[in-house]
């Protein structure tokens, strides 16, 4: 299993793989980008091929051929943005396919992702598998928080839990870019090696950083009249909403922790004078509050409450 980082869960599935006792039903559980989706598609791969070398698929028979084309008829991936979250979809898309056996081999394999996005019911659809699984299906669960899962579905499935990786084994991923900013770009991506690819393969990203802060900087020192011009400005970039308010969150971060410690080690470093001077006029708790509020923001437009409602309420409850 050629992923970078993840020594151990890598170890454990190459044990049960060889000893075939791959059990029903997993929980992949970890941060955003961290490898999860990743592993669970080389694990599918191995026990899908035909001529496996162990823990390695062969890549050369006709069922790695279909799987790396995307069209492997016993390897079904669910995404979010398939209308999943809808119990009819639940019941046409999964349970209708949970019964029908493999067309090729002994497994028919689900990826689930984003699984701790599911209602209640659609979760329920889930669990009748998790239950009483027929004997060749395999679940994999994706999910960045495993709380949000219904008890019952987590007291049936082995939780596996991926750590984020350091910047040693992040370098690795990066041994074929050659970047002045890699740093910057590894301290962004917080262990997380789907959001520094993202980054670096966006042009526009370290654009986008400082257009947001100043952005933000703008706000905060303007007048209430002001605000109000300036926010309407600033939604209509509907797209990058949720990236501004994760830099906002950062950007506070760094308040607080220079307030505390003074350190260097900063996301927005390049911004030195303008913290200082931020830190100088807020305190702790009012810091802390506004990363509070930002995180309530996020889940808000998240939960699709009206952007330019979440915003004011942000920014117009001066917290200074």
């Known amino acids: 299993m050629d992923i970078i980082g993840h020594t151990r869960i890598k170890n454990y599935f190459e044990k049960v793989i060889k000893k075939n006792k791959i059990s029903h039903s997993y929980i992949f559980d970890g941060n955003k980008g961290v490898g999860k989706k990743s592993l669970a598609n080389q694990i599918a791969k191995i026990l899908l091929c035909e001529n496996p070398d162990e823990t390695k698929s062969c890549g050369t028979c006709s069922s790695c051929i279909l799987f790396d084309a995307k069209t492997h008829p016993d ?20 349970l209708k396919e949970v019964y029908i056996k493999p067309y090729k081999g ?10 701790d996005s599911l209602q209640v019911d659609s979760q329920n659809a889930i669990l009748k598998t998790v239950e009483e699984p027929p004997p060749y299906v395999i679940l994999f669960l994706i999910t ?3 709380n949000k899962l219904l ?16 910047n040693t084994q992040m370098l690795k991923y990066c041994e074929n870019y050659s970047r002045n900013d890699l740093e910057m770009q ?14 670096i393969e966006d042009e526009n990203f370290l654009t986008n950083r400082k257009i947001s802060i100043d952005y933000l900087i703008k706000i905060y020192m303007a007048n209430l009249t002001n605000r109000y011009k300036l926010i309407e400005s600033f939604i209509e970039d509907k797209d990058n909403l949720l990236n501004n308010l994760e830099f906002w969150k950062l950007f506070f971060r760094d308040l607080l922790l220079y307030k505390r410690t003074e350190t260097t080690n900063l996301y927005f470093n390049d911004y030195k004078d303008k913290i200082i001077k931020l830190t100088q006029e807020m305190s702790y708790n009012q810091i802390s509050q506004n990363i509070q509020n930002i995180d309530i923001a996020i889940k808000d437009i998240q939960n699709n409450i009206n ?14």
């Open 106 to 115: 002994k497994y028919k394999i689900f990826l689930i992702k984003e699984t």
């Open 144 to 146: 960045t928080n495993i």
């Open 186 to 199: 590894l301290k962004f991506a917080q262990g997380s090696i789907g959001i520094l690819k993202e980054n």
């Open 307 to 320: 952007i330019t409602l979440v915003m004011e309420n942000l920014f117009l409850e001066d917290v200074k």
């Open 151 to 166: 008890p019952t579905i987590k007291s049936r499935c082995i939780h596996i839990c991926f750590n984020t990786l350091s």
């Open 75 to 94: 390897f079904i991936e669910i995404e979010k943005d398939t209308k999943i979250t809808k119990i009819s979809t639940i019941k046409e898309q999964f």
